[in-house]
């Protein structure tokens, strides 16, 4: 190999930064995201290694077992295009590259979970809920902003800082303060929740029946549609076609007069 073709560049770290949005689109039952983190690591791979034999090789070491924060795969990308890097020069073995996977997939799994789902996205659902309540049509398009923002640039960011620091874990804890963080999300959306449970008896929705029904036809109505979508997602029914069938319908009764 010339020293070219031992080099990851940009070009290949933003084709892995692309695939990464699928790493999730194929689970193995027996290996989880591992089908997923092969693709996405696919451009250095094809970089690194031109020999057809241990290109395929080095992808199929990639299909073991693999379960991360998706997020958060992206430092643990990083860090093994850098890995492969130096196993294709000859600085490491292929052990090294699969040590380092098993190491990082635990603790940043534990740590992405705990920021992204339990503090990032209930904030930015409780920001926009109080925008909601004070008349702004844009909330939801606020929630969707500001989480994709916040998660976006951090997986473009860690994918490269994975590369320099080679998967240095607790350089990358000392760096970006997660834990710290996502106090401070907490605590920020449980003072916003409290501020909104004080607002909902001034609160009036503007969501509403054209014709007023009683409320226990009301009541029955929305227990009955309860428990067909229930035997929907029992019978095996898709949750996501659910909900666009569910925007769907209340789209076309607002056209139609039914509800204002």
Request: net charge positive; charged share 15%.
């Amino acid at each position: 190999m010339n020293d070219d073709s031992n080099k990851v560049g940009r070009s290949e770290m933003l084709k892995v930064f692309w695939k990464s949005f699928l790493i999730q689109a194929s689970w193995s039952f027996d290996h989880l995201q591992s089908l997923g983190f092969a693709y996405a690591i696919q451009p250095v791979l094809r970089k690194l290694y031109p020999d057809k034999a241990e290109y395929e090789s080095r992808l199929r070491a990639h299909m073991e077992y693999f379960n991360t924060q998706p997020y958060l795969a992206s430092f643990i990308l990083g860090a093994v295009a850098r890995m492969e890097q130096d196993r294709a020069s000859g600085r490491n073995s292929s052990e090294d590259v699969s040590s380092l996977k098993t190491a990082l997939m635990a603790p940043l799994g534990a740590l992405g979970d705990s920021f992204f789902w339990g503090a990032l996205k209930p904030f930015s659902a409780v920001v926009a809920v109080s925008l909601l309540m004070a008349n702004a049509w844009w909330a939801p398009f606020f929630f969707l902003i500001l989480f994709n923002i916040v998660h976006v640039g951090l997986r473009v960011e860690m994918l490269f800082h994975g590369f320099m620091s080679a998967g240095d874990a607790a350089e990358l804890i000392a760096h970006y303060h997660l834990a710290k963080m996502a106090k401070l999300f907490k605590t920020v959306a449980l003072t916003v929740l409290g501020g909104i449970l004080g607002m909902l008896p001034t609160w009036r929705l503007e969501f509403k029946m054209a014709l007023p029904l009683p409320g226990a036809v009301s009541a029955a109505a929305g227990l009955l549609a309860t428990l067909c979508l229930v035997a929907i997602l029992r019978r095996g029914g898709s949750p996501i076609k659910l909900m666009l069938g569910l925007a769907a319908l209340c789209l076309a009764l607002a056209y139609g007069g039914v509800i204002e």
